[in-house]
């Protein structure tokens, strides 16, 4: 495992790469002792980390303790799930790491106020968002698509959210080859 550390103002940044377990997560606490006098912040990068153990979640707790304002970003849907299930997530802010996605040759099949809808496969179709979308205004228009599938309602499936360029977008399953939304 590989720890990386980056002071700036009054926030410690921690890139943790590789596996966090038994073996390392003392040396991790150790770090984080060692560089935490003056901080009020800390963020663990954790895109390049492959998993976590307890002993490994026991020292984020323990850092989430000392300094409330402790976050965990860009974790893969592996290590999302982790914290996920172990309730980390209720406790401290924990973001998943978006997967990137190009729209370059796409076609483009719709437009609106909030953004431009892509097909990306046959069966498949992307709304990017525009700026002033934020990711809890496309979390909740995400659930409402989904909230009217199960209701019966015809629309298009969301199931990923990705990221393209600086933006954000939802990632659609379409119904038998064509969507709900009639987007053929």
Do not use: H, W
Request: with cysteine; hydrophobic share 40%.
């Amino acid at each position: 495992m590989e720890i990386i550390t980056q002071k700036e103002n009054n926030t410690l940044k921690i890139f943790l790469m590789g596996k966090l377990d038994a073996t390392n997560a003392p040396s991790l606490e150790l770090k984080i002792e060692n560089e935490k006098s003056g901080v009020n912040k800390i963020i663990f990068d954790v895109n390049a980390l492959e998993y976590v153990s307890s002993a490994g979640l026991r020292v984020i707790l323990k850092a989430k303790r000392d300094i409330d304002d402790t976050s965990v970003i860009n974790a893969s849907a592996e290590v999302y799930d982790i914290f996920e299930m172990t309730g980390f997530s209720e406790m401290m802010s924990v973001t998943k790491k978006y997967r990137e996605l190009s729209v370059d040759n796409c076609e483009v099949i719709g437009q609106g106020y909030c953004g431009t809808v892509y097909r990306i496969s046959k069966d498949t179709i992307v709304k990017v968002y525009k700026s002033v979308m934020t990711l809890e205004d496309i979390n909740r228009e995400r659930e409402l698509a989904r909230k009217a599938f199960v209701l019966g309602i015809p629309t298009a499936i969301p199931f990923d959210v990705v990221k393209v360029g600086d933006l954000y977008g939802s990632v659609f399953a379409k119904i038998g080859g064509k969507s709900a939304a009639g987007f053929d």
